[in-house]
């Protein structure tokens, strides 16, 4: 019985150097985990739990 492979190929790739992707290493292990959105974020909250129902 034959094993088919699959890769998976990435369909944009942007090529910068080093020192950029350190950079972007380093704002994404900053904003990991933080709300950036607060008020929008409470926002939703206070609307949903209004909601009885879903009008789906």
């Known amino acids: ?3 088919i492979k699959t890769t ?3 369909s944009k790739v942007i ?3 080093a020192a950029t992707k350190e950079k ?4 994404a ?3 990991k985990g933080k709300e ?3 008020d929008k974020i ?3 909250k206070k ?3 209004d909601l009885k129902s879903l009008p789906i």
Do not use: G, P
């Open 29 to 31: 292990n900053t904003l």
């Open 36 to 38: 950036l959105f607060t």
């Open 24 to 27: 972007i290493t380093e704002t």
């Open 8 to 10: 998976l190929k990435a």
């Open 15 to 17: 090529v910068a150097s």
């Open 1 to 3: 019985m034959k094993t």
């Open 47 to 49: 609307n949903l739990t």
């Open 42 to 44: 409470e926002l939703a």
